[in-house]
């Protein structure tokens, strides 16, 4: 599994015109599942996504969670994260999961954040989505279980 993060001051996804998720300061992750990921990989990259410290405390050092901030989460799914890019010009998706399987693990994570986090926003999975995001820092890390 693949989490994308980036710091926000704010971040919305649109589908067909309209905005189905929005977020003030907090995260906007881009998660890419892969082939074997499971609910083990799941419920660790959802613990490690609520503590990992990318904000700024009082002496301006990264060492706050988007929990300790009460931030908001924005969760996309993004199986182009899933890609296997080591060689051509052309990426190969042989290594992402099956979009049904995906898509069930994709909708536990959003409910799990939901039951350990009180501000969180999802995208529709599949769904052409559009993402704005006014990234802060720029503070961008990709994470992997």
């Given at each position: 599994m693949k989490a994308l993060i980036q710091r926000v001051s704010s971040a919305s996804v649109v589908v067909d015109g309209d905005t189905v998720g929005a977020i003030n300061q907090g995260l906007l992750v881009f998660i890419g599942v892969?082939?074997?990921?499971?609910l083990i990989?799941?419920?660790?990259?959802?613990?490690?996504?609520?503590?990992?410290?990318?904000?700024?405390?009082?002496?301006?050092?990264?060492n706050l969670s988007v929990s300790d901030v009460a931030?908001?989460?924005?969760?996309?799914?993004?199986?182009?994260?899933?890609?296997?890019?080591?060689?051509?010009?052309?990426?190969?998706?042989?290594t992402a999961k099956p979009p049904m399987e995906a898509e069930r693990l994709y909708d536990y994570m959003v409910e799990s954040f939901k039951s350990k986090h009180t501000d969180i926003a999802?995208?529709?999975?599949?769904?052409?989505m559009q993402v704005s995001l006014v990234n802060d820092g720029p503070v961008t890390f990709l994470l992997t279980c």
């Open positions: 892969e082939k074997n990921d499971s990989e799941a419920d660790k990259m959802i613990n490690r996504l609520l503590s990992y410290r990318v904000f700024a405390d009082s002496q301006d050092k990264m931030g908001g989460v924005l969760l996309i799914s993004q199986f182009t994260l899933a890609a296997d890019t080591k060689s051509g010009t052309r990426p190969g998706f042989s999802s995208g529709i999975f599949g769904a052409d």
